[in-house]
């Protein structure tokens, strides 16, 4: 494949993802001036960023190198194939910062993974566990317009009066009161995992042999859920699996929402004693 037909092959690609080489640059990590020469096939990517490149188009290397099945590239089923799979993905992605075309640009400019890094380590002083945070401009948008999705459901739209550096420290300050606020509806089952994981390293008793083997990742979502849904605080995790495994083990039949209610109740009374 030559240096020009490589080139053709990224903004295909990109083209097909609806992505513009703006957002594109943004999740590799260089300008969109340099996405402009991969495409007109003046210069080509270094071999690091080969499986970012990848990656970022959602497609494996075969394809973004044109080897893929020429029947599929005849029928059109391949990339009918990729583009379905690749919505309902996003479709799954917990949370999502979208934005208009005008505010591009100051992601490009200011440090927008510091902050999200910050916001990360202040979620986890107060018990929560940020998810991956998909950034995504969006044309449909205004262009001075963001909104935060959690599950592709909008949870918060606005339009700012200025774009400037300040805007985005308040995008990442709107982000972390929407996983604040609605927590119950940011967790995954893949989220509690992570959570537990965690919980491992330091209380080993606490989830050797219980998570997930006795209380099932769904089960400890269902009822940490309603538990936050009441407006406790995430950071009684431990409590509330010490709780439902006490009540499994002296009522193996308990229903699901019996479940739920007596540990509910309990540690919402334990939460209100202590705050």
Request: with cysteine; glycine share 6%.
């Amino acid at each position: 494949m030559s240096m020009e037909e490589f080139g053709k092959s990224i903004l295909n690609l990109r083209q097909n993802a609806n992505m513009t080489q703006e957002e594109l640059a943004l999740r590799m990590g260089v300008t969109p001036q340099a996405i402009s020469k991969w495409e007109r096939g003046q210069s080509l990517p270094d071999i690091t960023l080969f499986a970012q490149l990848c990656k970022a188009l959602n497609v494996s290397a075969d394809i973004l190198l044109g080897l893929e099945n020429k029947s599929d590239e005849k029928s059109g089923s391949g990339n009918y194939s990729e583009e379905v799979l690749k919505n309902l993905r996003y479709c799954l992605e917990p949370l999502v910062l979208s934005f208009g075309k005008d505010l591009v640009q100051i992601f490009l400019e200011n440090d927008y993974m510091g902050l999200v890094a910050e916001l990360r380590i202040q979620l986890s002083w107060e018990g929560i566990l940020l998810p991956v945070v998909r950034l995504k401009d969006d044309l449909k948008l205004e262009p001075d317009e963001f909104v935060v999705k959690v599950y592709d459901k909008v949870l918060h739209r606005e339009r700012v009066p200025k774009v400037d550096g300040a805007v985005l420290e308040h995008m990442i300050q709107i982000l972390g009161r929407i996983v604040r606020e609605n927590y119950g509806e940011v967790l995954s089952r893949d989220l509690m995992k992570d959570l537990t994981d965690n919980l491992k390293l330091s209380h080993p008793a606490l989830i050797e042999g219980i998570i997930p083997e006795k209380i099932s990742y769904g089960l400890l979502q269902e009822v940490y859920r309603h538990f936050l849904a009441r407006g406790n605080s995430p950071k009684y995790l431990s409590k509330l699996i010490e709780n439902l495994e006490n009540d499994l083990y002296t009522n193996p039949e308990i229903s699901v929402e019996q479940l739920v209610e007596r540990v509910c109740m309990r540690l919402s009374r334990l939460s209100y004693d202590v705050n």
